[in-house]
Nanobody, 124 residues
Framework: QVQLVESGGGLVQAGGSLRLSCTDS????????MAWFRRAPGKERDFVAY????????AYAESVKGRFTISRDNAKNTVYLQMNSLKPEDTALYYC?????????????????WGQGTQVTVSS
């Protein structure tokens, strides 16, 4: 059973940093591609970052490229999102998810399991 738990969110001033973590107590992530998405108030869930099962390949939304870094520690069954130079427009509920279907990694429909998310709020 998938029991995704995201953590590390909070309130931070613009220009600050946060590191989000994602783990699952019910199954291992090892070898599974993972991604971070976010949902701002009144908006759709948007792709943020992707990492392959081995960690060798990563991809980012244009809006976060150069500021965010996705990584994973398969031994700890944890995926991270390091967020630097945060902006007010990064404010959202952040979710991680294992990619469970073939197809574009940027599409939420290719992910079947989601956690509750962790709130990130960036003040100006």
């Amino acid at each position: 059973q998938v029991q995704l738990v995201e953590s590390g969110g909070g309130l931070v001033q613009a220009g600050g940093s946060l590191r989000l973590s994602c783990t699952d107590s019910g199954r291992t992530f090892s070898g599974v591609s993972m991604a971070w998405f976010r949902r701002a108030p009144g908006k759709e869930r948007d792709f943020v970052a992707y990492i392959s099962g081995s960690g060798a390949s990563t991809a980012y939304a244009e809006s976060v490229k150069g500021r965010f870094t996705i990584s994973r520690d398969n031994a700890k069954n944890t995926v991270y999102l390091q967020m630097n130079s945060l902006k007010p427009e990064d404010t959202a509920l952040y979710y991680c998810a294992p990619k469970s279907r073939s197809g574009n990694y940027m599409v939420p429909g290719n992910y079947d399991y989601w956690g509750q998310g962790t709130q990130v709020t960036v003040s100006s």
